[in-house]
């Protein structure tokens, strides 16, 4: 049973950071890219990031490029995603989420995965 738990939200200034922990169990971590997506209300679930699954090469939302930054530990079966300089538009559910199928290539789009974490929430104040 796959099981995604992610961790690190809360309240912060604008202009402040964050560090998000996904810590995944119950499938070879290193086997599979993991993806950040994150949902505010009203609106629909959307790309943050990806990580490839040797932590090499990472992905970006254009709205995130230079703020924040994933990377995995396969050691320790986690994934982060470092958080900075957030803005008042970044307020959201933040998910971690992994496809079904070792191997599977890096995807933006919701569909593309299988496993999904409970959501941390990041709150950012003004």
């Known amino acids: 049973q796959v099981q995604l738990v992610e961790s690190g939200g809360g309240l912060v200034q604008a202009g402040g950071s964050l560090r998000l922990s996904c810590a995944a169990s119950?499938?070879?971590?290193?086997?599979?890219?993991m993806g950040w997506f994150r949902q505010a209300p009203g609106k629909e679930r959307e790309f943050v990031a990806a990580?490839?699954?040797?932590?090499?090469?990472?992905y970006y939302a254009d709205s995130v490029k230079g703020r924040l930054t994933i990377s995995r530990d396969n050691a320790k079966n986690t994934v982060y995603l470092e958080m900075n300089s957030l803005k008042p538009e970044d307020p959201a559910v933040y998910y971690c989420?992994?496809?079904?199928?070792?191997?599977?290539?890096?995807?933006?789009?919701?569909?593309?995965?299988?496993?999904w974490g409970q959501g941390t929430q990041v709150t950012v104040s003004s």
């Open positions: 989420a992994a496809p079904s199928r070792r191997g599977s290539a890096i995807s933006s789009l919701p569909a593309g995965y299988d496993y």
């Open positions: 119950g499938l070879t971590f290193s086997n599979y890219v």
């Open positions: 990580i490839v699954r040797s932590g090499y090469s990472t």
